[in-house]
């Protein structure tokens, strides 16, 4: 049953992912006031003038969150210079555990320059649904706490004035999305 639901939500996501890339002015993105993980209130507006690498995920995630935010901190150390133009971002999917405080621990082991945002089950909902993306709890023994989430693997780059440019997949190599960073940048959007 399980494994059902996942096909069906890879499915709609891989569909989301195409109809992204096929309609760029779909209203994927929106306003949002989250906490980052130094407790500080962040909105949607304190990233513009740089691209947006953002990323949903969670702090217990076993294997796709790290790895994502591996690739997202080898995109950062590729672009080298051009980085300060791009903010990586990491929106938790779980209100419940993911304060400020585990959000900090946890980044600690990936590149300084993500920015880690949780918010209350409300807030995360909200934004989830601004960028059209899925997560679900999914009661789970052997997770911590009982529980973990499926959740969409995306990664959203958005432009300097918040707009959505395009959508890569969990398995885009960091020079794919670096060099369409650069694309960005040069264009200047």
């Known amino acids: 049953r399980n494994d059902m639901k996942k096909l069906i939500g890879l499915i709609a996501l891989l569909a989301l992912g195409v109809f992204a890339e096929a309609h ?5 993105g929106g306003g949002f006031t989250l906490t980052d993980q130094n407790g500080r209130q962040v909105s949607d507006a304190d990233f513009r003038g740089r691209d947006m690498l953002l990323f949903f995920g969670f702090t217990h995630c076993p294997d796709l969150c790290p790895t994502t935010l591996l690739v997202m901190s080898q995109v950062v150390e590729q672009l080298k210079g051009e980085a300060a133009g791009v903010a990586p971002v990491f929106i938790s999917v779980d209100a419940g555990r993911d304060t400020p405080a585990r959000l900090k621990e946890y980044l600690a082991n990936f590149n300084p320059t993500i920015v880690g945002l949780t918010g209350t089950q409300p807030q995360i909902d909200a934004v989830e649904a601004e960028y059209k993306t899925y997560s679900a709890r999914v009661e789970d023994k052997d997770a911590p706490d009982g529980y973990g989430f499926d959740h969409s693997g995306y990664i959203y780059l958005m ?18 999305i670096a060099a369409k960073i650069r694309e960005t940048l040069k264009a200047g959007k």
């Open 24 to 28: 760029a002015e779909t209203a994927i």
């Open 159 to 176: 432009d300097r004035q918040g707009k959505f440019v395009t959508v890569f997949t969990a398995d885009s190599s960091p020079q794919t």
